[in-house]
Nanobody, 119 residues
Framework: VHLVESGGGLVQPGDSLRLTCAAS????????MGWYRQAPGKERELVAT???????NYPDSVKGRFTISRDNAKNTVYLQMNSLKPEDTAVYYC??????????????WGQGTQVTVSS
């Protein structure tokens, strides 16, 4: 199972970005999917999660500004980020718990995409 993120870039404060994470491989089903981020010198932190039923979870730092969604038919998860702040600058990683066609359950990470918010 592989995850590939896209959509990062350099934006100004107040701008929006949409990140996309596409899963591929021997996937039977995708369960919990999420986005995490890691800023220089800091630990990786949760940004948003969404389960197979569509229930979402956000930390207070992004609640009301970020929205996670998924397209199960495309094995894809999205992160819509609005009202971006300089403190949102980080490498954003996609994460997924997948059940494979051989019956195993794996947790995988994408390679990360850089988001920089600066004037």
């Amino acid at each position: 199972v592989h995850l590939v993120e896209s959509g990062g870039g350099l934006v100004q404060p107040g701008d929006s970005l949409r990140l996309t994470c596409a899963a591929s491989g021997s996937i039977l089903s995708l369960n919990l999917m999420g986005w995490y981020r890691q800023a220089p010198g800091k630990e990786r932190e949760l940004v948003a999660t969404i389960n197979s039923g569509g229930a979402t979870n956000y930390p207070d730092s992004v609640k009301g500004r970020f929205t996670i969604s998924r397209d199960n038919a495309k094995n894809t998860v999205y992160l819509q980020m609005n009202s971006l702040k300089p403190e949102d600058t980080a490498v954003y990683y996609c994460n997924a718990v997948a059940k494979t066609v051989v019956g195993s359950t794996v947790r995988v990470w994408g390679q990360g995409t850089q988001v920089t918010v600066s004037s």
